[in-house]
């Protein structure tokens, strides 16, 4: 597992060993990131990984039988001690927006806030209304708003009592996929623009990628990966990330040396060396833009799958039963079902791994 170093530096948020479950099973185990000040992370994975669970832990609603959670360096979460949840400073916005339908939007966002008189109340949820971008439907009510809309209130009134972390669980999963897209992007602007951090959990990768500067991908209640969009991507550390994190495939391999694989693509070489000897069986992946097409190569595969879509296609092609891979190309390089296309491999990076391990 790839974990960072929680040591010497000023993190706002530190996990440190998490474990936590229901009924005395532990259903997240061992759990280790950390997030620094303004940043925003991601809890990616497939259902029933244990991504609530851990939202549920940092937002106090549920107690830690490992580990430990610090923000601002407190400690707010160890076994046999919890926080209460309204007492961490963090907020949360729900997938279902969960605001009150008989209040107005002035209404729902103000709620939570103390200790102000009417007038002040009113402008400054006014100014949090302005930077979602809602200051003319301050009088509406939510049944009159639009999802989105909705989401942007229930994020308003997340941010209204100025919490130190925000909390944002599958937020846009109600939305359509267009506004989803829109949606997280602005989203991430507004928590930019006011340097608040925050956690997101999602199993739209696509979405994590777009919003987050650091995203944990988790299977079984682990943490495999925890990086940048970028190097989960093109340095994923295992098979599971490798293929839950982006389209491809394996396809198999020999090494003939530490950074170069020889296959039925032919020689590939990569920008890493491998500790195993020459001659050890691997499993290569291949991206669907690792694959280019070119009139003089001679490896000269069969289309035998083809996904319009648009402005590019995804071909399915077959060297031999046990080597199949994809190929994203632009939409006007179009091939039939059955035709050879001469292609190569063009990979900046060379991610293997031994067979049957
Ligand atoms: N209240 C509960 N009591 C008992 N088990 C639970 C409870 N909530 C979740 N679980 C179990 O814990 C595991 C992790 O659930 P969790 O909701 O954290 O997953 P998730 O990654 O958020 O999934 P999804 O993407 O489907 O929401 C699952 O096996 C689930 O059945």
């Known amino acids: 597992m790839s974990s960072p170093d929680t040591t010497a530096h000023n993190w706002l948020l530190e996990v440190n060993n998490l474990t936590c479950g ?16 303004g940043d925003i992370g991601c809890l990616l994975g497939p259902s029933g990984c244990g991504k609530s669970t ?45 605001l009150f339908p008989h209040l107005s939007i002035v209404d729902n966002v103000g709620f939570g806030l103390r200790g102000l008189d009417k007038a002040d109340k009113r402008h400054k949820v006014m100014e949090l209304l302005h930077v979602v971008h809602l200051q003319d439907l301050a009088d ?3 049944h009159e708003l639009s999802g989105g809309q909705q989401q942007r ?15 944002l669980d599958e937020p846009f999963s109600n939305l359509d996929t267009d506004l989803r897209r829109r949606l997280s992007l602005d989203v991430r602007e ?14 739209d990768q696509q979405e994590a990628f777009a919003m987050c500067d650091q995203v944990a991908v988790l299977q079984n209640g682990r943490i495999q990966q925890w990086d940048v969009p970028y190097n989960l991507y093109h340095e994923p550390v295992n098979r599971f990330v490798a293929s839950f994190v982006g389209q491809g495939g394996f396809i198999p391999g020999k090494t003939v040396g530490p950074d170069i694989i020889e296959s039925e693509l032919g020689i590939i070489h990569g920008n890493r060396a491998y500790k195993w000897p020459s001659g050890t069986l ?13 009139e003089a ?38 091939f039939h079902l059955g035709e050879t296309v001469p292609v190569r491999v063009e990979a900046d990076h060379l991610i293997a791994f031994e067979r049957n391990s």
Do not use: W
């Open 22 to 37: 229901y009924g005395g099973d532990a259903v997240v185990k061992d759990v280790n990131f950390a997030l620094s000040h």
């Open 54 to 98: 851990i939202l549920r832990a940092l937002a106090g609603f549920l107690p830690l039988t490992g580990g430990e959670i610090r923000l601002q360096s407190q400690p707010i979460s160890l076994p046999g001690r919890t926080l209460a949840p309204e007492k961490r400073r963090i907020g949360m916005v729900f997938q279902d927006y969960a």
């Open 140 to 142: 509406n009510y939510p």
């Open 153 to 167: 209130v229930a994020l308003a009134r997340a941010l209204a009592p100025e919490p130190t972390l925000i909390l």
């Open 190 to 203: 507004i928590l930019k623009t006011l340097g608040i951090s925050a956690i997101l959990v999602t199993h």
């Open 282 to 294: 691997v499993d290569v992946l291949i991206r669907p833009d690792d694959i280019v097409y070119d």
């Open 297 to 334: 190569s001679d490896l000269r595969p069969k289309v035998v799958e083809k996904t319009f879509a648009g402005t590019s296609t995804l071909y399915r092609f077959r060297c031999s039963e046990d080597t199949e891979f994809e190929a994203l190309f632009r939409s006007h390089l179009d």
